[in-house]
Every structure is written in C-alpha cells, then in structure tokens.
C-alpha cells in the first residue's frame, strides 16, 4: 500500500503563496486518483481539490478556485497543492488522500472515496 507525507506548511500572511507536497512511498503515484482535504478544529473535513490517476481532471472546491492548483509529478512520486492569495480561512489541517484506480479519468471529492491519507501539515494565516 502506499505511504503519504505531507509539507510545506507555516504560518503565513494573508495574500502570501504557500506550497504543499504529498511525497509517496510504497507505491507508484501514478497507480492513484489524488485528493487534498482540510480540516479546522470542530469542523468537518473538506474538500478542497482532487486530480485523476492521470493528471487530465480536475476539480476544486469552489471557495479554492482561481487561488489553488493541483499539480502532480509521478517521476517524483509526489502531488503538490500551490496555494495563492492566502486568506486567514484557509487556516487548516491539509491533508492528501489517494485511491488506487484502474480508470484513469475519474476524480473524487468525497472523503470516504479515499483510502490512504497522510499525517497532515498546518497551514496558518494571519490577517
């Protein structure tokens, strides 16, 4: 099964760029749908973007769009979230999730669609 490292979080004004990398292990990336999921203490998880097992879809929260990309690079075994424009709501828990596919173009931006999650990195943003 494969193993999720996230990184790149801090603390951070608002209007500042943040990126956040999901390392991989275990297992190729390429073999998984991927999701980026956020979470602030007494609140439910998130969605915030998934990408397909091959790059080719999409889909982003719409509070997130216009200031976050999801990005992935299966040489390097890692999925990135760019975050721009930063807001102090965004202050959050990030976390990556993956789900092993045989489809290459489905994406999924329900939690329990996921089956492997990594540790989490706090993004912080002050106003």
């Known amino acids: 099964q494969v193993q999720l490292v996230e990184s790149g979080g801090g603390l951070v004004q608002a209007g500042d760029s943040l990126k956040l990398s999901c390392a991989a292990s275990g297992r190729a990336l390429s073999d998984y749908a991927m999701g980026w999921f956020r979470r602030v203490p007494g609140k439910e998880r998130e969605f915030v973007a998934a990408?397909?097992?091959?790059?080719?879809?999409?889909m982003y929260a719409d509070f997130v769009k216009g200031r976050f990309t999801i990005s992935r690079d299966n040489a390097k075994n890692t999925m990135y979230l760019q975050m721009n424009n930063l807001k102090p709501e965004d202050t959050a828990v990030y976390y990556c999730?993956?789900?092993?596919?045989?489809?290459?173009?489905?994406?999924?931006?329900?939690?329990?669609?996921?089956?492997?999650w990594g540790q989490g990195t706090q993004v912080t943003v002050s106003s």
């Open positions: 999730a993956a789900r092993q596919m045989t489809l290459s173009g489905i994406v999924f931006q329900t939690a329990t669609n996921y089956a492997y």
């Open positions: 990408m397909s097992k091959n790059g080719g879809n999409t």
